[in-house]
Every structure is written in C-alpha cells, then in structure tokens.
C-alpha cells in the first residue's frame, strides 16, 4: 500500500508539473500533502528517469517539453467537445481510452499520469460496487474530506452512485447521516465482513451531491475561470455545460439540482463570475444565503 500511494503521488506531481506557469515547492508539497523535503526527492527521480524538471524566475517547477513533429487529431474546440461527450460515455466502451490518448497527443506526460490514477479509481469503484452488490459496510482508507480538511479513514455503507462513479452516496453510521464522497478523494477501499446497517430508501443524488424530491433545472452563465472550477470540483457537470457566447460568460451550465445547498455552495464561492438566469427560486436562496454572511 505504502509503494502504491508513493507511485499515485509521483504520477499526480507529473500532473502538477506539467500544468503551467508551474509551481512552487511548497505549492507542490501542500497538493501532495507531503514536505518539500519529500517533493524534493521526487524531482530528483523523475530527473533520473528522464523527465527534464525546470525551475523560473519565480522558482516555479515545471516540465520541460521539446516541441513535437506531431500535430493533434483534433482542433481545441473539437478536443473540448469530445471531452465533455466522454464523461458521458459508460466507462467501460473499449473506445474511450484510445479517443482520450488522441486529445493529449501534445503531451505524453499528462495522459499517462491520468491513465494510471484513473485505473486506480478504476479499482476503487469496483470494491465499492462490489461491497454494494454484496451489501457489506466498507472502509475508505485516507478519505481527504474538503469541508474539515481532515484526512482519515470513514467507516460507511455504501449506497450508490452517480452517474461516472464520481461521487458516492454512503451512510456514515458514526454520524448517523447519508453523505457524499468523491471517489477521486478516496485513496483506498477496504471491503468488511460486516452488513451494511442502513437500511433506508435510497435517493438518487444530483450533480453536486446532494439527495432530495424535487427537481429544479437551472441554467447558469460562467466565466472562463467559473467554468474551469466547476468541471474539475464537479466532474459529472462537464457534459452538462458548453460554450454560449463570447463576453465575460462564455461558457453555459444547463442540468437538473435536488437541492439548493450544493450548487449555492459553489456560487456563492465565485462571487461576480457566475449568473443565474433560472430558476428565481435558486436566486432568492442565494439571496438569502447572503444576507446571512458575517463579514
């Protein structure tokens, strides 16, 4: 376990690294939740390996990647289009992962990290979905919760997920609520012996995690930052949102929410980069959300 969590955190710096404008060492050691210490022998290794690490003025890290003879198959807006048409896609479609190497062929760094952290959530899922099919209680080992900032294991039931398998529903009997994790957030899965213990009515939850029985559609305009927020906290919402208009909203967010509390939450995050054209019902709470605000 100790080596697979060295390599995901190795394959993730290779992530960081090749985003630019790059990255400080201590930026690097607080995404990693390591010290600079740690990030530092990483850097070290990928140099060895072959990878060239370079450092600018502002002593950000970054990949340093020759130019290619190779030209992608895809325009920028056919790759951004297929994009959003693959989280739709089932998982499983033997054609996924080749169309998904032909949008990256302008890095070969970035893909390969993604395959091996997606073949990691891969397996996460499948002991989840076993432990539902099979109705045991599960343990998911260093979940990172971004309410608390805590980073601990959580004994739950699993229930089901959303669509992609980007969010799960599960019942934390310690707490005694149903609640919604991020697979992507969860570094292990163990699966017990012992019987799931919830035995309510499931709900289906929506996009951003949240259960309830009615459904409101919203439509949202976003800034180019907004858009980039809510398709990376949010994976499920990317095939949902598109581009609309040129301006300070370019992009659209159009899908369905059980509850207010999830997508407020994200709003009111992003004050003056998000419009809400519908529902009115979404605005007043967003207007009563904020005047409950203590500066």
Known sequence: M??????????????????RPGRTLQQLADSLEVNKRTVYRYLKL?????????????DRHFLFEADSPRRPAFTPEESALVSRLLTSAAPENPLRSSIRRKLYLTS???????????????QVVERLSEAIRDNRQV????YQSANSGSIRDRLV????????FA???????????????????????????????????????DLFGWSGNTIHRVLLRLTSRAYR????????????????????????FRGEVRDFRGIGRF??????????????ELKGYLRERAATAIW
């Not at 070969?108 to 891969?122: C, F, I, K």
Request: hydrophobic share 35%.
């Open 2 to 19: 100790i080596e697979q969590q060295k390599l995901l955190r190795l394959f993730k710096l290779i992530r960081l690294l090749a985003d």
């Open 46 to 58: 990928l140099e060895e390996i072959g990878y060239l690490v370079d450092t600018d003025e502002h």
């Open 108 to 122: 070969e760094l970035v893909p390969l990290a993604d395959e091996l952290l997606d073949r990691h959530q891969g």
């Open 139 to 142: 343990r998911l080992v260093r």
């Open 157 to 164: 039931d699993p229930l089901s997920f959303t669509e992609n």
């Open 167 to 205: 969010l799960l529903t599960a019942y934390e009997p310690v707490s005694g609520k149903e609640k919604t994790f991020k697979t992507r957030r969860i570094e292990d899965v163990q699966v017990l012996d012992s019987t799931r213990t919830y035995t309510e009515a499931e709900q289906p939850v």
């Open 229 to 252: 927020l809510l398709i990376e906290d949010y994976p499920p919402t990317r095939a949902f949102t598109e581009t609309c208009e040129t301006g300070k909203w370019p992009y659209c």
């Open 267 to 280: 709003i009111l995050g992003l004050p003056g980069e998000v419009q809400v054209d519908e529902p009115e």
